[in-house]
């Protein structure tokens, strides 16, 4: 009888803390076959999701970095033109993709991280594709959606990734980097260039990029787990304590 007691709380036990022991691998894609989205679409990796916006903002040239203003939602575009040119861009960009179009305006996007914060994320990596020599991309992390205003500062960079910048990673046209997230990091603004707060970049900065994919990592366990573990718990202290009380009787 005891040695079936151990047991069977042991299993129990390593049940619920196990699912402890491993982190979770989160991976966004953004490709797919050549189509406008809506303003806004949404990915999920497993229980994470993250949502896309696209945003059309005055730009009278691409050097503006101190604000944006006159912001509008614009649909979105699913790119898959092939080698670098596949991911998401602005469907209203002359190339579909994000960043300044000299004939209309700033085309930037933005990206809702609440999901993936609330879940434990504290580092992704982005990567961008058509990124060839002079170009640049910037992400700018806000609490949360700064578009709403009538115009926002650019602040807060988390990533600058130039043509062969370093800290960055490059394959061909194809550029990753990996940077942290905290609390205020909820809204990501994605620009090229032009929105990486003081650092500067060499050639056109007015250049053109595409969003390709999001990673990250999550190390906390979900609701269901925890539940799942206290629950554990709660029976051993209840076994134990009638265990306890039959042996006194």
């Known amino acids: 009888m005891k040695a079936r007691f151990v047991t069977a709380m042991g299993i129990l036990i390593f049940g619920a803390t196990s699912a402890f022991a491993g982190p979770t691998n989160l991976s966004f894609g953004f490709g797919g076959s050549d189509q406008t989205l809506g303003t806004s679409a949404s990915y999920t990796s497993g229980s994470a999701t993250i949502t896309a916006f696209g945003f059309e903002c005055s730009a009278s040239d691409s050097t503006s970095t101190a604000t944006l203003s006159g912001c509008a939602a614009s649909a979105l575009y699913q790119k898959n033109d092939g080698g670098a040119e596949v991911g998401l ?25 609440s999901n993936l914060l609330s879940l434990g994320v ?20 806000y609490g949360s959606n700064p578009f709403g205003a009538s115009s926002f500062a650019l602040t807060n960079t988390k990533a600058w990734c130039g043509f062969q910048t370093a800290g960055c990673t490059y394959n061909g046209d ?20 032009c929105g990486a707060s003081s650092v500067t970049t060499t050639g056109n900065c007015g250049s053109n990029v595409t969003l390709g994919s999001l990673s990250g990592t999550s190390a906390t366990p979900e609701p269901g787990t925890i539940a799942l573990f206290v629950t554990g718990l709660a029976m ?3 076994a134990t304590r009638k265990r306890w009380a039959t042996q006194r009787t």
Do not use: K
């Open 89 to 113: 861009g602005l469907a209203g960009e002359t190339d579909h993709e994000i960043g300044y179009d000299g004939a209309n305006a700033d085309y930037v996007m933005g990206l809702d991280l």
């Open 122 to 141: 504290r580092s992704i990596t982005l990567t961008f594709g058509s990124v060839q020599p002079g170009e640049a991309f910037a992400a700018l992390g």
């Open 174 to 193: 194809v550029v990753s980097a990996t940077f942290s997230l905290n609390s205020q990091d909820d809204f990501l603004v994605l620009m090229s260039p």
């Open 236 to 238: 051993l202290g209840f």
